[in-house]
């Protein structure tokens, strides 16, 4: 036996239906906008690739490192937190010596004065971009 949706209920269902397409989001989409990311703060020195050949990296003092190879200076291991403690830059790391790259966490920040949640937003970005890099290990 068939029921009939009654009418009241079907400009629900739509918005409902709305919704839900607005939240599913292609599984392309993060990756792209990842690397979007990246080119847009990483690639002018270390390359649209990541391997330390960007524009910039030729007025650079000290050659950005090539960071497809990440995982392998680091004995087969890519480590997040590690990336992300470097992009950051607001935690001094000494065994990286004095520090030519961007503090990345503080301009992300700076960025997003005056929104709700600059913390946060500021940590998802800079681990979208750690995620992104673990795509192009060597």
Avoid at 6 to 34: F, G, Q, W, Y
Avoid at 59 to 66: E, N, V
Avoid at 71 to 98: K, Y
Wanted: proline share 6%; with cysteine.
């Amino acid at each position: 036996m068939s029921r009939a949706v009654p009418t009241r209920v079907i400009p629900s269902l739509a918005a409902l239906c709305a919704l839900l397409s607005a939240v599913i989001v292609d599984a392309k989409e993060p990756a792209e906008h990842a690397k979007a990311q990246f080119e847009r703060y990483c690639a002018s020195c270390h390359g649209a690739s990541g391997k330390g050949d960007g524009p910039a990296a030729a007025a650079l003092t000290k050659r950005p490192p090539d960071l497809t190879r990440l995982r392998a200076n680091a004995g087969g291991t890519f480590s997040t937190s590690e990336v992300m403690a470097a992009i950051d830059g607001r935690r001094a790391i000494a065994a990286h010596g004095s520090r030519e790259m961007p503090v990345w966490g503080v301009q992300f920040k700076e960025a997003l004065e005056g929104k709700p949640y600059k913390e946060r937003t500021t940590l998802l970005t800079v681990r979208e971009l750690a995620e992104y890099l673990a795509t192009i290990q060597e």
